[in-house]
């Protein structure tokens, strides 16, 4: 058993920051890239960013230079911080992990349940 749970999201005001965090628990041997995405409702679930193991970083433009995100390999953790918020930002937000668990072969991708961000003009 895998879970992902999200934290940090929540009510803002334009111009201001949220740090998201996301921790991964269970039966996991490795974890290959961690990523956060975000989705409207009735929309499609959007890429925002995404860390490798290594720690390279890969942006979405819409997010380039204002948001960051980093990781925890100890603890199995990706957080994202997000400055300079916009009402266009308003999403649920989702974090992802490609990772190997005991059992399964091969790497498979697994999401958190969501965080609301709601950025106010």
């Known amino acids: 058993q895998v879970q992902l749970v999200e934290s940090g999201g929540g009510l803002v005001q334009a111009g201001g920051s949220l740090r998201l965090s996301c921790a991964a628990s269970g039966s996991i041997i490795s974890i290959n890239a961690m990523g956060w995405y975000r989705q409207a409702p009735g929309k499609q679930r959007e890429w925002v960013a995404t860390i490798t193991r290594a720690g390279s970083t890969h942006y979405a433009d819409s997010v380039k230079g204002r948001f960051t995100i980093s990781r925890d390999n100890a603890d199995n953790t990706v957080y994202l911080q997000m400055t300079s918020l916009k009402p266009e930002d308003t999403f649920v937000y989702y974090c992802?992990?490609?990772?190997?668990?005991?059992?399964?072969?091969?790497?498979?991708?697994?999401w958190g349940q969501g965080t609301q961000v709601t950025v106010s003009s």
């Open positions: 992802n992990a490609d990772l190997l668990r005991v059992g399964v072969s091969g790497s498979r991708s697994y």
